[in-house]
């Protein structure tokens, strides 16, 4: 079976500082994609960031980026320069391009500390 | 373009009583599906579509139905309701083969 886990239910960091959150995920496809998705209080899911498994480079966008370390199936995301905006439920996702179901870890509650 | 978009936002059902939860989308993509997100379990797969005609069960599919007539609507019809199906259900689509997901804005669903 296919699985995302996010083994950091909350996680609290200080506005301005770095933060990383941790996914990690079981398949044996070679070919899928990964995503970190936000969910404020507004309930809205945004997509924060993608990577493409046959690429090498981590994925950035802005103040977020990833650590995707294919061999040990890892897929981080840390926020850099914190904001007060950034706090919300961040889900990490998997979908392999086979049939195109994404499956989401339980998400890890962010607070961002004034 | 308005996207994915989901009614109603909220609703109240008794138990027994059946239901469906519409979504529409108007960018032409060919997938669609519903999620339902309870709290410390993440979002979890109830059905799922590819195209016109094509459905097919994800990991929570027991209770609903759907169908696909058209690539723009994929309505979510829970039979008889039960307080187990109070949840926050989400509906979402994108092009196969392409990126992410677009979410509609959901609806709350309290069974009682």
């Known amino acids: 079976a296919q699985t995302v886990t996010q083994s950091q239910p909350e996680m609290s960091v200080q506005e301005a500082e770095t933060v990383t959150l941790s996914c990690t995920y079981d398949t044996s496809e070679s070919d899928y994609y990964l995503f970190w998705y936000k969910q404020p209080p507004s309930r809205q899911m945004i997509l924060v960031i993608r990577q493409e498994a046959y690429k090498q480079q981590n994925a950035t966008e802005n103040r977020f980026s990833v650590n995707f370390q294919k061999a040990a199936k890892s897929f981080s995301l840390k926020i850099s320069d914190s904001q007060l905006g950034d706090a919300a439920m961040y889900f990490c996702?998997?979908?392999?391009?086979?049939?195109?179901?994404?499956?989401f870890g339980k998400g890890t509650r962010l607070h961002i500390l004034p | 373009n308005a996207g994915v978009t989901q009614t109603p936002k909220f609703q109240v059902l008794k138990t027994g009583q059946s239901m469906t939860l519409q979504c529409a989308q108007d960018?032409?993509?060919?997938?669609m599906s519903w999620y339902r997100q309870d709290p410390g379990m993440g979002l979890r797969l109830i059905h799922y579509?590819?195209?016109?005609?094509?459905?097919d069960q994800g990991e929570v599919p027991n209770g609903y139905n759907v169908s696909r007539s058209t690539t723009e609507d994929f309505p979510l019809r829970l039979l008889s309701a039960a307080p187990s199906q109070t949840s926050v259900y989400f509906c979402?689509?994108?092009?196969?083969?392409?990126?992410?997901?677009?979410f509609g804005s959901g609806t709350r669903l309290t069974v009682v």
């Open positions: 579509s590819v195209g016109a005609g094509i459905t």
């Open positions: 979402a689509s994108s092009r196969t083969g392409l990126k992410g997901y677009t």
């Open positions: 996702a998997y979908r392999i391009n086979r049939d195109d179901k994404i499956i």
């Open positions: 960018m032409n993509h060919e997938y």
